[in-house]
């Protein structure tokens, strides 16, 4: 039988407790590694969305030109508003399509998709701009 001095005893509980410590610290960085991967996954999600988003309001705006040989903001916007918040309420979007032109050779739309990112970073609004050229006869096409 081994004998162990006074100054050994209860050295093995406290290596218990530095090692559950150091175990408990590693833990709570795995949990907010976690979470600030889904924070990130979430904000890839609406980006996404919002690409989504903008680009179909550009296809929007390519069949009014289409139908009536012009593209309209008025025409295309209330649709596409209706549409969007109809489809996806949670995401509080806010849609904005403006248009400047070279006379009836080019028209050049921004879509802007602005959305709160509340949910995971406090009151942040995230946004999403996107121009689109919707080209009369003889143009030619870019998306910027």
Request: hydrophobic share 45%; aromatic share 8%.
């Amino acid at each position: 039988m081994v004998r162990k001095s006074k100054a050994q005893r209860g050295l093995t509980l406290i290596e218990a407790m530095v090692a559950l410590l150091v175990l408990s610290i590693g833990l709570v960085g795995i949990a907010a590694l976690n979470l600030a991967s889904v924070g990130a996954a979430h904000s890839a999600y609406y980006r996404t969305l919002a690409s989504f988003i903008a680009k179909d309001a550009e296809e929007r705006l390519w069949a009014e030109l289409g139908l009536s040989g012009q593209a309209s903001v008025e025409s295309v916007l209330n649709d596409w508003r209706t549409n969007w918040a109809d489809a996806m309420p949670e995401l509080r979007l806010d849609l904005e399509l403006s248009a400047s032109s070279s006379g009836n050779v080019w028209q050049d739309f921004d879509v802007t998709v602005t959305w709160d990112e509340r949910r995971f970073q406090g009151a942040v609004v995230e946004q999403f701009e996107y121009r689109a050229r919707v080209v009369g006869p003889g143009g030619n096409n870019e998306t910027e």
